[in-house]
């Protein structure tokens, strides 16, 4: 974790702090996230910020993907963004949903995926997978790379919306962990870890965060990153961005 800036912000200061997730040669992908040292920090929209440094779809828990390009920054009802241009950094804003960059090194292509239930259960990386195999993506060399996110530990579910995942056939990331009489839990990473590893993706290729958007603290005992559970709705969020260099 590093600082990357002081932001004047609504006439105060806001630090970001960054988070290197994805380093290979000629791409590289990270997250930003406002400092939560200073509680005003939970209640401050930086997407005006974050869009100087990104191209961010307008994100609608959809199930869509687009190919971006440095032409175009509007993407409206899109979760997912695929560019295969040079220093077009593409990225995607959450809170508790996950953040899951990509990387092509065949075709030289990235895309940063926006996977909150919905997208999980709808099988947005699906979309995604479809549209780098038709510009010829060989998927058993893609590098995959998850950004911080609600664990299954804390993030709990109805048991319609837990019924749901294992009909899809995602059982075993379901659980109960604290006993019959308790609401079920849901692993949105391991179900979109699923996802890749049946399209063909190799396990050693991906990268699961440990970190939780909701539980994970600080050395200080100051809450890492944004989380719209734990806030009530704040409007404090991180971007996961990626860049072909």
């Known amino acids: 974790m590093g600082r990357v800036m002081k932001s004047n912000s609504y006439s105060s200061t806001t630090s970001i702090f960054k988070e290197f997730l994805l380093i290979e ?25 974050y869009r100087m440094w990104a191209t961010i779809p307008d ?7 687009a190919i971006a390009n440095r032409d175009q920054i509007i993407y409206k009802d899109t979760d997912a963004l695929i560019t295969f241009e040079r220093e077009v950094p593409i990225g995607v804003k959450t809170a508790d949903c996950v953040p899951i960059l990509v990387y092509a090194p065949d075709k030289h292509g990235v895309a940063a995926i926006h996977a909150g239930w919905k997208g999980t259960l709808g099988g947005i990386v699906d979309n995604v997978m479809d549209s780098l195999i038709e510009k010829g ?19 709990e579910v109805s ?5 749901s995942f294992i009909d899809a056939g995602f059982s075993k ?59 009530g709705g704040a409007q404090a969020r991180m971007l996961t961005i990626i860049m072909l260099l």
């Open 59 to 65: 994100q609608t828990h959809s199930c869509n993907v």
């Open 159 to 163: 048991q319609e919306l837990a019924d």
């Open 173 to 231: 990331y379901v659980s109960l962990l604290n006993g019959d009489k308790e609401k079920p839990h849901i692993d949105l990473q391991g179900v979109n870890m699923e996802r890749f590893i049946r399209r063909g993706v190799k396990l050693e290729n991906i990268k699961l965060h440990l970190g939780c958007s909701y539980s994970s603290k600080n050395e200080d005992g100051v809450p890492m990153y944004a989380s719209h559970r734990r806030s």
């Open 25 to 49: 040669n000629g791409v590289t992908g990270l997250c930003l996230y406002p400092d939560l040292h200073d509680p005003e920090n939970e209640n401050k929209n930086l997407m005006w910020l």
């Open 137 to 155: 993506v060989d998927l058993s060399q893609v590098k995959v790379a998850f950004g911080p996110s609600i664990s299954k530990d804390v993030y």
